[in-house]
């Protein structure tokens, strides 16, 4: 959704450039300058969120990953060595809790992947003067315990990052909001004051003012203008570990509108026509989640987030 913020961030420092250049005209009307010292206020607060949410998380995501992936071989790799001890000395306590694939690895949750790794931790501890011969040595014990450790305060570190990631980007949407209403309801009304007295001066703020590439939707019967069209964006999370999902996709059950979330785990529909849809998110290993009668209105814009469950 950055490209939107880009739009109105576009639009609102071409409107403070003419602002800056008529001021001497438009600063004599205390309505006037009080409408530009306020949507100058919000363009730097919306940069300020967007520069905030773009930190969030930082590299911890790719450590991660790159962490899991270390854990993930290393745990299986002496998981299933133990087993093979365990094998040979008819241990089937000892073998059936250390001896999972890599993949088994690879589809836990965060919690499950990190518990796991811990046991096989204790159980090659436990036998390790018999796991030589079979080429666990105690520097690979000790190494898994290592990543074990990282990746644990990694994900912490993770899970703080994205929730707060979460808060910035709702709070970003909520200002671009107020910056549209602000606009339209406030600053387009006080400066029509200068339609007939500065037609030149009130014209450079207008071309500024419609500078934001225009979105249209489709209707049944025709094309439905940005005017008559609402925006419906919002954040899909995991419930439990408060993660963003990415490539859910987010549909409005019988209608063709369909789109899949970010990177981020945000989606967005920017020209719907006004109405009241059911809103559908759906992803592999999720429960179905579903939101009914969501308005949608004309020239405004609607937030819905969803926190997905586990199937």
Same mark, same amino acid.
């Given at each position: 959704?950055? #490209?939107?913020?880009?739009?109105?961030?576009?639009?609102?420092?071409?409107?403070?450039?003419?602002?800056?250049?008529?001021?001497?005209?438009?600063?004599?009307?205390?309505?006037?300058?009080?409408?530009? !010292?306020?949507?100058?206020?919000?363009?730097?607060?919306?940069?300020?969120?967007?520069?905030?949410?773009?930190?969030?998380?930082?590299?911890?995501?790719?450590?991660?990953?790159?962490?899991?992936?270390?854990?993930?071989?290393?745990?299986?790799?002496?998981?299933?060595?133990?087993?093979?001890?365990?094998?040979?000395?008819?241990?089937?306590?000892?073998?059936? =809790?250390?001896?999972?694939?890599?993949?088994?690895?690879?589809?836990?949750?965060?919690?499950?992947?990190?518990?796991?790794?811990?046991?096989?931790?204790?159980?090659?501890? =436990?036998?390790?003067?018999?796991? !030589?011969?079979?080429?666990?040595?105690?520097?690979?014990?000790?190494?898994? *315990?290592?990543?074990?450790?990282?990746?644990?305060?990694?994900?912490?570190?993770?899970?703080?990052?994205?929730?707060?990631?979460?808060? /910035?980007?709702?709070?970003?949407?909520?200002?671009?909001?107020?910056?549209?209403?602000?606009?339209? #309801? #406030?600053?387009?009304? !006080?400066?029509?004051?200068?339609?007939?007295?500065?037609?030149?001066?009130?014209?450079?703020? &207008?071309?500024?003012?419609?500078?934001?590439?225009?979105?249209?939707?489709?209707?049944?019967?025709?094309?439905?203008?940005?005017?008559?069209?609402?925006?419906?964006?919002?954040?899909?999370?995991?419930?439990?570990?408060?993660?963003?999902?990415?490539?859910?996709? !987010?549909? &409005? *059950?019988?209608?063709?509108?369909?789109?899949?979330?970010?990177?981020?785990?945000?989606?967005?529909?920017?020209?719907?026509?006004?109405?009241? /849809?059911?809103?559908?998110?759906?992803?592999?290993?999720?429960?179905?989640?579903?939101?009914?009668?969501?308005?949608?209105?004309?020239?405004?814009?609607?937030? =819905?987030?969803?926190?997905?469950?586990?199937?």
């Amino acid at each position: 959704m950055e #490209n939107r913020t880009e739009d109105f961030i576009g639009m609102v420092k071409l409107a403070e450039n003419v602002w800056i250049e008529k001021q001497s005209i438009f600063g004599s009307i205390v309505a006037v300058k009080e409408g530009f !010292v306020k949507l100058i206020a919000l363009k730097e607060a919306i940069l300020e969120l967007s520069e905030n949410q773009s930190k969030a998380i930082g590299g911890q995501t790719i450590n991660k990953k790159n962490l899991r992936k270390q854990i993930n071989e290393l745990a299986a790799q002496i998981g299933q060595i133990t087993a093979a001890y365990a094998f040979s000395a008819n241990n089937e306590v000892l073998k059936k =809790a250390v001896n999972f694939p890599l993949s088994h690895y690879q589809l836990s949750r965060d919690e499950e992947v990190i518990e796991l790794c811990r046991n096989v931790v204790t159980e090659a501890t =436990a036998v390790e003067a018999n796991l !030589v011969d079979y080429g666990v040595t105690h520097a690979m014990i000790e190494q898994l *315990t290592i990543f074990i450790d990282a990746y644990a305060a990694s994900t912490q570190l993770n899970k703080k990052d994205v929730k707060q990631r979460k808060v /910035y980007s709702n709070n970003l949407q909520l200002k671009i909001k107020e910056l549209k209403d602000h606009i339209v #309801n #406030n600053l387009d009304k !006080v400066m029509v004051i200068f339609q007939y007295s500065n037609p030149a001066d009130y014209q450079l703020y &207008l071309e500024a003012r419609n500078s934001m590439p225009k979105r249209h939707a489709k209707k049944s019967n025709g094309e439905v203008t940005e005017e008559e069209a609402g925006i419906l964006s919002g954040m899909v999370t995991d419930k439990t570990e408060e993660m963003p999902i990415a490539g859910a996709t !987010v549909k &409005l *059950t019988g209608t063709g509108y369909q789109t899949e979330t970010d990177s981020d785990g945000e989606y967005l529909f920017d020209s719907l026509p006004a109405g009241t /849809y059911t809103v559908e998110v759906t992803i592999l290993d999720y429960q179905t989640a579903q939101l009914k009668d969501q308005k949608v209105v004309a020239g405004d814009e609607t937030i =819905a987030n969803f926190e997905m469950q586990r199937a």
